[in-house]
């Protein structure tokens, strides 16, 4: 079974930049579609992006577009999202996700296994 663990969260001011990890164990972690949710006080998890297991197909949240990319690189197990000019209705913890569906799902319950979730912080 496969763990996933994510880094990079923190406090940053409006219009600024993070860069979130998420690091992957598994000799099969690049069969995995991948995704970050987030989930603010109050509020469900959200879907935020995904991506495919080949790295060609991508998808995010209309509220991130232009702002937020994800990537992967399978070499090293891992999965990035980098977010830029980012707003304070951004701040959320962050979870990555991983999934054995193929065709890249957008909801929570498509997605067995789950990080611990990293704080992010935007103030304004």
């Known amino acids: 079974q496969g763990q996933v663990v994510e880094s990079g969260g923190g406090l940053v001011q409006a219009g600024g930049s993070l860069r979130l990890r998420c690091a992957a164990s598994?000799?099969?972690?690049?069969?995995?579609?991948m995704a970050w949710f987030r989930q603010a006080p109050g509020k469900e998890r959200e879907f935020v992006a995904a991506?495919?297991?080949?790295?060609?197909?991508?998808y995010y949240v209309d509220s991130v577009k232009g702002r937020f990319t994800i990537s992967r690189d399978n070499a090293k197990n891992t999965v990035s999202l980098q977010m830029n000019s980012l707003k304070p209705e951004d701040t959320a913890v962050y979870y990555c996700?991983?999934?054995?569906?193929?065709?890249?799902?957008?909801?929570?319950?498509?997605?067995?296994?789950w990080g611990q979730g990293t704080q992010v912080t935007v103030s304004s």
């Open positions: 598994g000799r099969t972690f690049s069969s995995y579609t």
């Open positions: 996700a991983a999934s054995r569906i193929v065709r890249v799902p957008t909801t929570p319950d498509r997605y067995p296994y």
């Open positions: 991506i495919s297991w080949s790295g060609g197909s991508t």
